[in-house]
Nanobody, 125 residues
Framework: QVQLVESGGGLVQAGGSLRLSCAATGRTFATNTMGWFRQTPGKERNFVATINWDGGTTKYADSVKGRFTISRDNAKSTVYLQLNSLKPEDTARYYC??????????????????WGQGTQVTVSS
């Protein structure tokens, strides 16, 4: 069982930065592939970024490539998402997710077993 708690969201102006954190509890964090997704009201939850268990493999949605960076610290059981050059269209609730799969590039929400409650990111123009 893995429990996830996100933090770091907030209101920022376009062009600004935020760093989201996701603290995990559970003995399997170091082996879990981790991901970030985002969702706006009335829309489906969309993939943002994923990182494998040792941080050696990452993948990003085209819309955030070059602006967002996912990383993890297994010693702290925490995964991060650095958001730079934010745009109003990045406004969404951001969710952290953990998967029991330890291989492959996981960019679909159904591939993740555990989800946090989310943290709101609002980018003003």
């Amino acid at each position: 069982q893995v429990q996830l708690v996100e933090s770091g969201g907030g209101l920022v102006q376009a062009g600004g930065s935020l760093r989201l954190s996701c603290a995990a509890t559970g003995r399997t964090f170091a082996t879990n592939t981790m991901g970030w997704f985002r969702q706006t009201p009335g829309k489906e939850r969309n993939f943002v970024a994923t990182i494998n268990w040792d941080g050696g493999t990452t993948k990003y949605a085209d819309s955030v490539k070059g602006r967002f960076t996912i990383s993890r610290d297994n010693a702290k059981s925490t995964v991060y998402l650095q958001l730079n050059s934010l745009k109003p269209e990045d406004t969404a609730r951001y969710y952290c997710a953990a998967s029991s799969f330890t291989s492959g590039i996981l960019d679909k929400s159904f591939q993740y077993n555990y989800w946090g409650q989310g943290t709101q990111v609002t980018v003003s123009s």
